[in-house]
């Protein structure tokens, strides 16, 4: 087996990708095959609990011979992941990330705050951004996503009626869109949002490179939301290449005489 | 002439209204897709029975689409809860249903003059035959035409 070629038997890992037991089956058959099934191994980390945090600092106390940087997409949802003494280190050690999923209702505002600031820049190869949330500090919010010169695709879904926690401030706005780094939003926008929507809507339209995003998936909730929205699929035309609206609404109590109880 | 006459229910039920419709029939405005000449495929997603922003926006579509080759309209699962008969004018009145009658016309227009497939969708599952009739009815010509899918 030693005498194999080592392209040929990274080919031979690769095939097994997405097969969890006979990669650690291999992963224990030599060295020489760690590297390669690590980067399938640990290509995606989700840390939605606070035993899966615990289990992974225990597994590998060390940030810096951890197979973070295998990772190419991490999933953050719960608040102690962001606010442990150590949390700058690990979330660091995940430098290779392109797909980050942040939020779920275990994150409270102040994990947010604390997230934004040690996700900023942690990796400069972020392509993908999804947040869902239930109270996200929204100039944050979109600080973060400015960070990242590659980033493509946005996703952002915020099903509850708790939303924004902090003010809209476009002056800080208008001065951070200045950055030369910023991202040219040419993949996909997806918006579920119950609050909010005119605001970040108005922030993208608003971006001095404009935006080209091929695909959008907008779903709104209240009329005002309705022009920015119109807005953002006129600006995103000449690009667009598939478009998913949903017409959603308040929900009020109406009698309508031709529904079945 | 026999006339059909039902008495028909009054509840107070919980549906959702449209302020996004409210919106736009007033302004009666809607996407703009003219310059989305890429557009390979499009979704609507229903809140309400009423259907015009639908209309007005496929109203944007012509020859210049090349690439668009299906149009989607997701439909909410309390359509099967509407009286079709004797007359769903009755059950969903009269401009709600006249908004209906143009989107099957349109929609037939696209699909006769551009071959851009049109298909109704839905994102939850049962009640076949109540979404089929009622369907038939909202969209007499796409169904004749067998253009209603009904994908799940």
Redesign the interface.
Known sequence: MSNLPQELLDHIVDLLHGSQTPLRNCSLVSKSWVARTRTHLFSEVHFQTTENLESWKKTFPDPSTSPARYAKALSVGHPRVVTGADAGRWIAAFSRVERLELGGRELNARGWEVAFALFHKFSPVVKSIRMRWSSLPFSRFLYIILAFPLLEDVTMINCHNEALIDGDDFEWWSTLVQSPNIPTFAGSLELLLREGMGLITDRFLSLPNGIRFRKLALSWFREEDVSSTMALVEKCSPTLESLDVSCNSCGTFTGHPGLHG | MLVATRV?????????????????GQSR????????T???????????LRVE?VTLALQTVGHNHR?LRRISI?VPS?LT???VDPD?R????EGTFGQWSDLDYLLVHLWESYSIRPSVIRTWTGRNKAIGDCIGFLLPEMMKRGMVDLDE
């Open positions: 028909v229910r009054s509840l107070d039920i919980r549906v959702y209204t449209d302020n996004l419709l409210r919106f736009l405005s809607s996407f703009n897709l003219s310059k989305a890429k557009l390979g495929d499009v979704v609507f997603r229903l809140g309400s922003w690439d997701d309390y809860r509407i009286h769903i009755v059950a969903i009145g």
